[in-house]
């Protein structure tokens, strides 16, 4: 006969500390946890008919001043009489893995961990009571603080019992449906809480919303969703009443070459071996010209989930070989697959045979086809500078000599130098060119192909619009017709920009009215504005 031992498991308060502050890296997290469940909300109050698809709305609320905040919906809400037991439960919930966006139960006790008063207060249509659920946060973490440092000692129970009230109020208006959460007093170390504008920039890439208005490409991106069979969810939030948008511009500031512009987006579906899709990527298609500078909050490829983001920008950046590589681009991943399940800070998957499927197939690609394209894209770029710096060096000396000034030796030497190299890079963009002009069919090729195409268009364009070629230029002093000194030679010009020259004689012809009537000084000011414009 032997004896058996039965263990009880003992829960410790610690527990809460986990889910509150010891969670989450970003106190800003707490917004998208209160989102994510109102999400939740609205879809079922869609399913069941209490709203229309297009009337779910979130509101937040923040009072610097008073360090408030709250976050309400107009879902369903939560019925009296099971109130008290959806809020009171740890790590326990109705909710369905793979097709709600929350489902562990912890994430309402957030927001414990910030303020000195959480409140949550929810009514359902059709009742005239309003179930209230205020915890004593500020109080929760001392009787925490007396339990570690050994003063005390409570069990989960008793500091629950001491911390949390239940009560109800009557309404009038029984229609009404909502669930609201409120915190009082937020802690002086989380001031970004009351930061209206950090607050917006959060949730203007974390939240479930739609892309910004001026964001041209959003309906090429929605139709690409729609024809897979993934339609994008988007929800109506407004923070002091203003919507939530995606923060996605077609303008952006490299590190460390200037600006430059998203002109069209390309796509990419992942799928596993029985051609089920795991996920799928926009990216925007730009010059590469460099790394985008980390002043655009919209820089990187994001990852999401039923349209919410997880982790940070660089979230996928241990997915390419090269860790400049992901902020060479501008886009986002959609994770489409049931089994690719956000961990429990979101801040990336469960790690399961899904998720190695999903790194594969996006490190592949990665590492591949996007790793060409940026590194291709800088090779481009750095040919058409150096036709540029020759232009300039050109431009230079002609103007000089429109002036009556010498030009030395040393300007001389850095042109003959600069031309070389220029003439190099003309004969191996010509190759570039002629390679992908026989690629007719934009649809059969490839996102490299697609790329090299829009950034040799774009440079050319630019090209087209400042090269003077050969342009006589009236010398200011003598008033008397001159041309570039017979050391110097015409400008570069391709094919593509040479059929565009005759829309810009008018332009010449405006520079040597500037050069023979104008002040060296005004004249160099006036020109500088026209290349500027033309730009």
């Not at 469940?37 to 079922?44: A, L």
């Not at 009489?81 to 959806?86: E, L």
């Not at 991106?221 to 729609?226: M, Q």
Request: proline share 2%.
């Amino acid at each position: 006969m032997s004896d058996t031992v039965q263990n009880n498991v003992t829960i410790g308060v610690n527990i809460l500390e986990i889910l509150t502050t010891g969670m989450y890296r970003d106190s800003r997290i707490i917004f998208r946890e209160y989102i994510q469940n109102s999400c939740d909300q609205i879809d079922f109050a869609v399913k069941t008919g209490i709203l229309a698809p297009d009337e779910g709305q979130i509101d937040l609320w923040i009072d610097a001043t008073k360090r408030f905040v709250s976050i309400e919906d107009n879902a369903a809400g939560i019925p009296s009489r099971s109130f008290r037991k959806t809020l009171y439960s740890i790590g326990e919930s109705t909710k369905t893995l793979g097709k709600d966006k929350g489902f562990r139960g912890i994430g309402h006790w957030c927001g414990l961990g910030y303020c000195k008063t959480l409140v949550f207060s929810s009514k359902v249509k059709g009742e005239n009571i309003e179930s209230i659920m205020t915890c004593n946060a500020e109080k929760m973490r001392q009787m925490m603080s007396e339990h570690n440092s050994r003063e005390k000692h409570y069990t989960v129970d008793e500091l629950l019992t001491e911390t949390i009230e239940f009560g109800k109020n009557k309404t009038i208006d029984v229609d009404k449906h909502y669930f609201k959460v409120e915190l009082f007093g937020i802690r002086d170390v989380h001031t970004e809480l009351c930061s209206l504008q950090q607050v917006k920039d959060y949730l203007a890439f974390v939240a479930p919303v739609g892309y910004a208005p001026e964001f041209r490409f959003r309906n090429d991106i929605h139709k690409h969703a729609d024809l897979i069979g993934q339609p994008i969810q988007e929800y109506n939030i407004k923070i002091e009443g203003e919507p939530v948008r995606k923060k996605y511009t077609p303008s952006f500031t490299t590190h460390s070459k200037g600006d430059d512009t998203i002109t069209d987006v390309n796509f990419k579906d992942f799928k596993d071996e029985n051609g089920n899709l795991i996920a799928w990527l926009w990216f925007g298609i730009s010059s590469f010209k460099a790394q985008i500078s980390k002043e655009n909050n919209m820089r990187g490829i994001r990852l999401r989930t039923q349209n919410i983001q997880i982790g940070g920008d660089d979230a996928l950046q241990k997915l390419f070989n090269e860790d400049r590589g992901q902020y060479y681009f501008i886009g986002e991943v959609f994770a489409i697959a049931k089994n690719l399940i956000p961990n429990s800070q979101r801040d990336y998957f469960n790690e399961n045979e899904m998720r190695l499927e999903f790194e594969h197939l996006l490190s592949s690609f990665f590492n591949d086809e996007l790793s060409d394209i940026y590194k291709e894209g800088s090779k481009i770029n750095s040919r058409y500078g150096k036709i540029e710096k020759a232009i300039q060096l050109e431009e230079e000396i002609k103007t000089a000599e429109a002036f009556g000034k010498s030009v030395t030796e040393e300007q001389l030497r850095k042109y003959e130098t600069a031309k070389k190299d220029a003439e190099s890079a003309e004969k191996e963009l010509t190759i570039i060119r002629e390679k992908n002009e026989s690629s007719l069919d934009r649809n059969q090729m490839g996102a490299v192909e697609i790329v090299v195409s829009e950034i040799i268009k774009k440079n050319e364009e630019k090209r087209a619009s400042r090269s003077p070629q050969s342009v006589l230029i009236k010398s200011a002093s003598d008033k008397t017709s001159i041309k570039a000194s017979a050391k110097t030679i015409s400008v570069i010009v391709s094919p593509v920009a040479q059929q565009a020259k005759e829309k810009f004689i008018s332009v010449n012809k405006v520079r040597e009215i500037v050069c023979a009537l104008a002040d060296e000084v005004t004249a160099k000011a006036i020109l500088a504005k026209i290349d500027e414009e033309l730009q």
